[in-house]
């Protein structure tokens, strides 16, 4: 009995808060860990003319950099490309897949159907009896910030609508190593150059070498073919 007044006596009110605050915030930090990644979306305008990939962490840093990369002034809603549907809590924009593709519209415009789309007009049942994807593999670049120099590159496989593997390669340092690699070629044409002059110089010391002890040469044979004249004339008067 006195054992159980004492495991009782220790879930006090106290206890019970400080456990339920610790789950609290351990869920809190599970839930910002998981969306403090970047997910990856192409955004449209309303023409579909235009058609760029951003990725972004809620729907409000999305609604921002819309307006950078489509030079759009004002957002009025974002709607999913394929059907009209708004995309207006944070809620349903976190249960959208990624690579989803939205439309964003500004004042006084609306959704339209894709009329260049091939299966518009039939229901959804023609289109997944006429086609079966195998294999989709999808290639997205984006920036983050305007001042990149390259940016990132999504790429995502698909097989048979089902299965996906992505990949995100972010070249950040991209700027910085083009400058490294131009200045290394500066630096080994430099050390090209300088070798390449130094041995013309030598070839040419060389080269003027054996031209001078040409020159030196013939003053010699000249003088030993007038003595041999001198002795055959000689010769010739005995």
């Not at 390669?169 to 690699?181: D, G, P, S, T, V």
């Not at 041995?199 to 044979?221: G, R």
Request: charged content about 20%; some cysteine; hydrophobic content about 40%.
């Amino acid at each position: 009995m006195d054992y159980a007044m004492k495991s009782f006596s220790v879930l006090t009110t106290s206890s019970l808060s400080k456990c339920v605050t610790a789950s609290a915030s351990m869920t809190q930090q599970l839930l910002t860990g998981r969306a403090s990644r970047p997910r990856p979306f192409r955004v449209t305008n309303a023409d579909r003319s235009l058609k760029k990939g951003i990725m972004a962490y809620s729907l409000a840093d999305l609604i921002n950099k819309v307006g950078e990369s489509l030079s759009v002034l004002c957002v009025s809603g974002l709607v999913l490309d394929e059907d009209g549907t708004g995309v207006d809590t944070e809620g349903f924009f976190q249960a959208l897949p990624e690579n989803s593709v939205l439309m964003v519209l500004e004042k006084d415009q609306k959704w339209t159907p894709d009329t260049k789309s091939p299966f518009r007009g039939q229901p959804s049942d023609f289109r997944l009896w006429k086609r079966t994807d195998v294999a989709r593999l999808t290639f997205d670049l984006y920036k983050n910030n305007p001042e990149d120099f390259i940016g990132c590159l999504n790429v995502k496989a698909t097989f048979y609508g089902v299965y996906s593997v992505s990949y995100d390669l972010r070249c950040y340092a991209a700027k910085k190593m083009l400058k490294e690699a131009l200045r290394w070629a500066v630096f080994s044409m430099q050390a090209a150059g300088h070798i390449l002059l130094g041995s013309s110089c030598y070839i040419e010391y060389l080269l003027q070498e054996e031209q001078a002890a040409k020159t030196l040469s013939l003053p010699q044979e000249s003088r030993i073919r007038q003595l041999q004249s001198m002795l055959l004339g000689r010769a010739s008067q005995l």
